[in-house]
């Protein structure tokens, strides 16, 4: 009976479908990454090797869980996009969305100082983490070029 137990518990455990607490929201907050690219008009069928600009931008919204959260975010990037004209070359083109890159909760309440979003670097060496450290000039609300 001990052998089938963990695989009772597994399948009990799937059927609750509960979601973990890294993926729940304490405060409804939201932050979502999506990838939007430049589209030439007078390119109406580039490949998939086809070069181009893109922009990977991320928003904060508000949501009740992570489905609500999808949706908003999906909404959201969608309704940035828009047409734009390159004068030198006279073409036009826009925006395309291409897809959101992340969607994570915030679990903290938004004020001064509150965690919003968090990396784990694992087994690296002391000098490697400092190495990612910027002077104060180097970050980029200082770069002014």
Request: with cysteine; hydrophobic share 40%; glycine share 4%.
């Given at each position: 009976?001990?052998?089938?137990?963990?695989?009772?518990?597994?399948?009990?455990?799937c059927?609750?479908?509960?979601i973990?607490?890294?993926?729940r929201?304490?405060?409804?907050?939201?932050?979502?990454s999506?990838?939007?690219?430049?589209?030439?008009?007078?390119?109406?069928?580039?490949?998939?090797?086809?070069?181009?600009?893109?922009?990977?931008n991320?928003i904060?919204l508000?949501a009740?869980?992570?489905e609500?959260?999808?949706?908003?975010?999906?909404?959201?990037?969608?309704q940035?996009v828009?047409?734009?004209?390159?004068?030198?070359?006279?073409r036009?083109g826009?925006?395309?969305?291409?897809?959101?890159?992340?969607?994570?909760?915030?679990?903290?309440?938004?004020?001064?100082?509150?965690?919003?979003?968090?990396v784990?670097?694992?087994?690296?060496?002391?000098w490697?983490?400092?190495?990612?450290?910027?002077r104060k000039?180097?970050?980029?609300?200082?770069n002014?070029?």
């Amino acid at each position: 009976m001990g052998v089938n137990q963990p695989l009772l518990f597994t399948s009990l455990k799937c059927m609750t479908n509960e979601i973990p607490f890294r993926n729940r929201s304490p405060y409804g907050w939201w932050i979502a990454s999506y990838l939007e690219r430049a589209a030439w008009d007078d390119e109406p069928n580039p490949s998939p090797n086809s070069r181009c600009l893109s922009w990977e931008n991320t928003i904060i919204l508000q949501a009740p869980d992570r489905e609500a959260a999808y949706a908003k975010a999906v909404f959201l990037a969608t309704q940035n996009v828009s047409e734009f004209v390159d004068d030198v070359r006279n073409r036009k083109g826009r925006w395309v969305f291409e897809g959101l890159t992340s969607l994570l909760p915030i679990h903290e309440e938004l004020e001064d100082g509150a965690e919003i979003f968090w990396v784990e670097h694992r087994n690296k060496t002391i000098w490697k983490i400092q190495s990612k450290v910027k002077r104060k000039e180097d970050l980029e609300a200082f770069n002014d070029k």
